[in-house]
């Protein structure tokens, strides 16, 4: 099973720029898929953006669209969530997991991000 451990989560102004870290235990992920997703206080936990390890195709929530940019380092086996023009309703726990393409099967612990506006 994949591990996964997030970072870079912090507190910022409305407006300001984050980026979260997902870092992989497992050496190759050439039939990955690996998403970001995010959970607020007293909401159920939402898709935020997605990328293909192989074809590095990209996908993102409409929330997020234009703000945000998935990104991986293959060499380093890291997914980045650069976030932009961050809103206080982002403000979450933010998750990266991994798919094989039947669901996402593993998760990492997440990591906070609180925007004050």
């Known amino acids: 099973q994949v591990q996964l451990v997030e970072s870079g989560g912090g507190l910022v102004q409305a407006g300001g720029s984050l980026s979260l870290s997902c870092t992989a235990s497992r050496r190759t992920f050439s039939s990955y898929i690996i998403g970001w997703f995010r959970q607020a206080p007293g909401k159920e936990r939402e898709f935020v953006a997605q990328i293909s390890w192989s074809a590095g195709s990209r996908t993102y929530a409409g929330s997020v669209l234009g703000r945000f940019t998935i990104s991986k380092d293959n060499a380093k086996n890291e997914v980045y969530l650069q976030m932009n023009n961050l809103k206080p309703e982002d403000t979450a726990v933010y998750y990266c997991?991994?798919?094989?393409?039947?669901?996402?099967?593993?998760w990492g612990q997440g990591t906070q991000v609180t925007v004050s506006s």
């Open positions: 997991a991994s798919s094989r393409g039947s669901g996402y099967e593993s």
